[in-house]
């Protein structure tokens, strides 16, 4: 294929060459013929001794007829001039060559010679001079006629010659031109083959051409084309319809005075790029254009045009992608949702596992709690029953009705106690709220205090009460008497021997406070932080009893009334105070 | 030689026994077709029409040479020609047929000098028709070489 394409090639130049080779040979021989002809067709010596001869020939004759007295001297001078006349033409440059070449130069310088000595003879011409005259004039006659003789076989032989040349000259040039034919011909065949292979290419080429125009035309995506300048030069229908401008619009504008979105900066980096040879694409690009409310969302791809290495520009393929775009915005609408679900869930989960855990924590503390407040009315009713055994037959009626009282009193309280933390326990799962209802914290104290003294009889407190009228509040009376008493309880064990406990009950504008003071250390700071925390047990408190679940009791069902439990800074001792709101809304 | 043959003519002159003889002898005659034909004209009457010079080379002689004369056209002008051909005719009798319109297509001139010495009759005189050769390519040819008649005698127009 390669070497059919060389000959093609080859066979036209080689075919031009020798056309040109023989065209020049032909047209510098043809010169030369023509030169040829032109100068050596001027000569005609032949003619010219003729006339010479016939001019010394009719000398002669009127010599003889001046002699027989039928001629003037006139006549005879007249001749004589005319000879004179040729003898000097022959001896004129281009004739006195040939003469000398035919060999005849001695001899016409003879003539020329004799002319002198004959020219006396003329001018006084007697009929006596007439033998003499025509002796002298008889050498012209024959060197004329042998010098048309020789002259005509030189210019025979010269003529021949010449057309010998000239059949040799054209020979050559009849060679040549059939040459240059050959050549022609071959240059036409290749021509016309040449033409009718264009012919083909143009139409393929065309064909193609029409065809990718029909395709950028009807192309769904956006295509535009720019040239160096980046100046627009191909603009389809579909791009039109994504940008809004029409083809006539643009064409020829640079791509940053059509749209603002062409002068973005990773759009414009793009084209650049294109420009500089590398191709790029960018994804879901908002387009914004005139008329429309929300951006298409467009993929672009960059691609450089190139001929033979050269950079002619750069070709936009602009794909709307808006489908794909809302596609995606819901899928990540969904994967939050369903986030949101999740997390929901989890809470959910998380809530329930909390609360199972309370649940679980508060059943174990139930435990702690019965050892740790139960302990104290069976005590007391145990200590009751005890005394009436011991007394037996000698206690009177009231004794037994006192001390069988008292036990049913803190029997009473234990139950109470009992409701209340499986109440509070069931609360603290999220089962149940707290029954509150407007009660007289004075009596509620009055109880709590009263118990107290009955588990710890040794223990003196001393009470000092709201104003009365003055100690409502809305609360569980149940869970306040049972606060109180965790914070009498804790005082006891913590107060110095044989100390006083002091409750006092006083308020304000929005709550009631019960305070519960007890001398004894000030706590340690590092456990004033903890202090509330289940289970904690401070640093003071070892070898006293205790679980470590008062004071977290007594907050948690404080706070459940929207009230509070907490430590007050003191110096002679510690005072825990309890907070309840009078009114049904919550303190803010 | 050139020089025998002005002897020559001076010769003549002095034996014809008239001393402006070559001024009032006849050398040239026109006849046919002019308006009062024939005329026979001398040196003098020649000598009234306007004196043309060309230079130009010829067949029978080396290099260029000046030829003054009158034109052929100012001559035949005014003799009032009419034909369409004109025979020149020389001493010899040697005669050719020459067209009219060569005399105004191209500066013909019957010449009486060249280089500016008289044509004799023993050379190529009285008068010789010269043509303007080496200014029009197209006069290099032998068809124009043979209307160059010298010892020219007579016209005669028709």
Redesign the interface.
Known sequence: MRRRRSLWLILPLAAVLVFAVLLSFSLVRMFAVQNAM?VD??K?MLWVFH?SD??AL?LTKTVALVELGEAAQDDL??W???L??R???L?????RRFVEKIGFGDDLDRL?DA??TI?PM??GFTPEDGPRLRSALAPFTAVLGRAANASMIAEWDEFGGRLEVYRKQLHQNILSLIGIMVAGGILTVTLVLALRQSRVRNHMLRRERDFSGLLISSSGEGILAVDRAARCSLWNDAMAGMVGKTAEQVEGRRLSDVAGFFDIPPVRDGMAGALAGESSRLTLQPLFSGGRGTPLHVDLRFFPMRNDGVILGAILFMHDASDRHAAQQKDAEDRDRLEELVSERTRDLDSALRRERSAADLYHDFAAMVSHQFRTPLAVADSALQRLIRRGPRADAREMAERAGRARTAIAGLTRLVDSTLDAARLDAGQIGAHREECDLNEIMQIACKHQRDAAPDRRIETRQAPPGQATVFCDPALAEQILENLLSNADKYAVPETTLFVTLHGDGESLFCDVHNTANPIPSKDRARLFERNHRGSNSVGVAGTGIGLFMARTLARMQDGDVILLSDDDGVTFRMTLPRGREPQT | ??S??H???C??IV?SGAAMADQDDVILEVTGKIADGPATLDRAALQTLPSVTINTST?????VHAFSGVLMRDLLDSLNAQGDQVMAIA??E?AVGIPMSDFYDYDVIVASTMDGKAL?????GPLWIVYPRDDHEAL?D?RY?YRWV??LCRLDVR
Request: glycine content about 8%.
């Open positions: 032109r067709a001027e005609n006339q016939v001019a009719r001078a007249l004589f001039d005319i004179s006349g003898i000097s033409l001896n004129d440059g281009p004739q020329t002319l002198v020219a003329i001018d | 030689m050139r025998h043959a002897a020559a003519v010769g003549l034996m067949v029978v002689t080396d290099g001493l010899n040697y004799t009759r023993d050379g190529k290099q032998i070489d010298w010892q």
